[in-house]
């Protein structure tokens, strides 16, 4: 017997980033060497003082179910992190720990969104915004950006994207798959009409570490007054200490979204894992040199990548202000074929790249813009280098 998948559930895309990766592990597994710019994970190991909190945590015997939004002393490390670099005024019982910042976006989209109510997606956008909205029955309304613009949303695009059925606008800086960031100015010009259509702002925050000068990050509630009151804020542990696997993320918000995504989450998830929360803990209370060291490695493979980009005729990039993406315009060269097949668009592009060069990427139409790759360095100078060659050896192709 084959039961029948629920509407919702089947409409839903599967992840193509990870899908991407899947193939690149599957030709992996026949013997090829594949160069992987597909996963957004920094490749870094945890830091050591990070996984030896976990060990001590388990030794313990700090093994058991703790509180289902996270423990005090962690929500306490969360609150005082945001205090202390943004000057926002949190309490810890309006932090919700989850497993990771992709649950923490769900949660806070379950708990606003009934329905037939829209959330406004500026695109390109990372993968699982959209299908997130969907899972609550609510509808992704997707405001395409220019990269003339950086792909940043403008107020006028937002004034005129938001109807009656508006709840939320979602904002991501530095931005999955682009890596452009909102200056401070830019970010106030888009609160004031946040403020004036009375929106609900989701700010992923999650890369707020990974920032190249001279760009400064801001963070969303600090650009106007009264901003706590509407602001969802997201963050977590997995980019900023290469702790991907650990799935520790959360939200910071009002009290009474903090309590309705508490209890949501008491009875998804019971709580996050809790020799985890002792390792985000140590994560935000102990040495933070490993971010600078990150960033610098970051940094050198960043300007190594636009470099590599300019050197290649009919390739563009927006300016990458943070986290570790390029996002690539490819669209000069859709439409002709390579290696004797014809590609038009790339999603194409990118198969033919993994098949013919061995480069794994992520097309943009995955990201809700056609005539795009994003690759991600966060992979080895080595890696890119050979990914590189493989671009350019594609491209002549013909
Ligand atoms: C913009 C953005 N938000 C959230 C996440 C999810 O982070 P986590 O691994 O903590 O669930 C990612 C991961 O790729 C991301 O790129």
């Not at 932090?95 to 379950?110: D, P």
Request: proline fraction near 5%; charge should be negative; aromatic fraction near 8%.
């Amino acid at each position: 017997m084959s039961a029948p998948i629920s509407r919702i559930v089947e409409a839903l895309e599967p992840s193509a980033t990870i899908a991407m990766a899947g193939k690149a592990r599957e030709l992996k597994a026949t013997g090829r060497t594949v160069c992987d710019l597909s996963l957004g994970e920094p490749d870094f190991d945890t830091p050591a003082h990070i996984r030896k909190a976990a060990l001590e945590a388990m030794d313990s015997g700090f093994t058991h179910y703790t509180a289902a939004g996270g423990i005090v002393e962690l929500k306490t490390a969360v609150v005082g992190q945001y205090n202390a670099r943004h000057g926002l005024d949190y309490a810890p019982a309006q932090v919700v720990v989850s497993n990771g910042a992709k649950h923490a976006l769900h949660n806070a989209f379950t708990v606003l969104l009934n329905p037939g109510d829209e959330v406004i997606i500026p695109a390109p956008y990372w993968v699982s915004y959209a299908e997130l909205v969907k899972l609550t029955g609510a509808v992704p309304v997707i405001v395409q950006t220019e990269q003339a613009a950086d792909f940043k949303l403008t107020p006028d695009q937002l004034r005129e994207a938001t109807t009656d059925r508006t709840r939320i606008l979602l904002l991501c800086s530095p931005s999955n798959p682009t890596g452009s960031m909102y200056s401070p100015e830019e970010l106030g010009e888009l609160a004031d009409v946040v403020i004036e259509k009375d929106l609900v702002v989701v700010a992923d925050e999650i890369y707020e570490y990974l920032v190249y000068e001279p760009h400064q990050f801001a963070s969303f509630p600090t650009v106007r007054p009264g901003l706590m009151d509407r602001t969802i804020l997201i963050n977590g542990v997995s980019k900023t200490y290469a702790m991907t696997g650990w799935r520790i993320g959360w939200s910071l918000s009002p009290l009474y979204l903090a309590k309705a995504m508490g209890s949501l989450q008491s009875q998804q998830t019971s709580c996050p894992c809790s020799i985890s929360q002792k390792a985000a803990i140590a994560a935000l209370e102990g040495p933070q040199e490993c971010i600078g060291e990150m960033l610098a490695e970051f940094t050198r493979r960043r300007q190594f990548v636009i470099e590599r980009i300019a050197s290649i005729p009919g390739l563009s990039c927006p300016e990458m202000g943070g986290a570790f993406y390029a996002y690539i315009n490819i669209k000069e060269h859709l439409g002709r074929t390579y290696g004797g097949v014809q590609v038009d668009d790339s999603s194409a592009w990118c198969l033919e790249l993994l098949n013919q060069q061995n480069v794994a990427t992520v097309m943009g139409s995955a990201f809700g813009t056609d005539g795009y790759s994003r690759i991600s360095f966060a992979t080895s100078m080595e890696n890119l280098e050979a990914a590189f060659d493989g671009i350019e050896k594609f491209i002549a192709s013909e």
